[in-house]
T-cell receptor, first 115, second 110 residues
Framework: KAGVTQTPRYLIKTRGQQVTLSCSPI?????VSWYQQTPGQGLQFLFE???????NKGNFPGRFSGRQFSNSRSEMNVSTLELGDSALYLC??????????????FGPGTRLTVL | GQNIDQPTEMTATEGAIVQINCTYQ??????LFWYQQHAGEAPTFLSY????GLEEKGRFSSFLSRSKGYSYLLLKELQMKDSASYLC???????????FGAGTRLTVKP
């Protein structure tokens, strides 16, 4: 069974631009969560989607948004990029939505650099 | 809110046992997770505790005390490949958010 895939793996943008990242969960998994990982803040929860609905949202500004499609693939979008948005963005899939699912499988991440 | 504290770095010897502690404060608790993350790679799930006690899975065990807001990850028979960061995470019962600690970087030496 293929794992979680994320595209692109690396991305360089400039301040003020917007970016869209994609995540394909493990086949059969319906929950997708997004995280931001930086050396200073560690791993921080962005949001979770299940059956095309956002279930939970972390403490991030409205510039960070996401969506999920009927095939469970998910995208996240960051608008008006800031230097501080440079980070590794990780997607994790699980069979069920939290709190019913105990194990998440992470993708390899998208490394975003904002210049 | 939630505070999750774990040591920044630990060093241990191959073949030994190491215990990585995690303390947390949360307004609502709905499970504690441990993840392993090798440098440059994504985290991988190690364990989940929601009830007090010890969960054993091969060389790895995880313990939880909800009344103390405390967990530990025990790694036995350490191998060089166990050198990695170990992340403690707590799920908030109020909103199901996952909150991660900063991680403990473990170095296993020969």
């Amino acid at each position: 069974k293929a794992g979680v895939t994320q595209t692109p793996r690396y991305l360089i943008k400039t301040r003020g631009q917007q970016v869209t990242l994609s995540c394909s969960p493990i086949s059969g998994h319906r929950s997708v969560s997004w995280y931001q990982q930086t050396p200073g803040q560690g791993l921080q929860f962005l949001f979770e989607y299940f059956s095309e609905t956002q279930r939970n949202k972390g403490n991030f500004p409205g510039r960070f948004s996401g969506r999920q499609f009927s095939n469970s693939r998910s995208e996240m979008n960051v608008s008006t990029l800031e230097l501080g948005d440079s980070a590794l963005y990780l997607c994790a899939s699980s069979l069920l939505a939290s709190p019913n699912s105990n194990e998440q499988f992470f993708g390899p991440g998208t490394r975003l650099t904002v210049l | 809110g939630q505070n999750i504290d774990q040591p920044t770095e630990m060093t241990a010897t191959e073949g030994a046992i190491v215990q990585i502690n995690c303390t947390y404060q949360t307004s609502g608790f709905n499970g504690l997770f441990w993840y392993q993350q090798h440098a440059g790679e994504a985290p991988t799930f190690l364990s989940y505790n929601v009830l007090d006690g010890l969960e054993e899975k091969g060389r790895f065990s995880s313990f939880l005390s909800r009344s103390k807001g405390y967990s530990y990850l025990l790694l036995k028979e350490l191998q060089m490949k166990d050198s990695a960061s170990y992340l403690c995470a707590v799920r908030d019962a109020n909103n199901n958010d996952m909150r991660f600690g900063a991680g403990t970087r473990l170095t296993v030496k020969p």
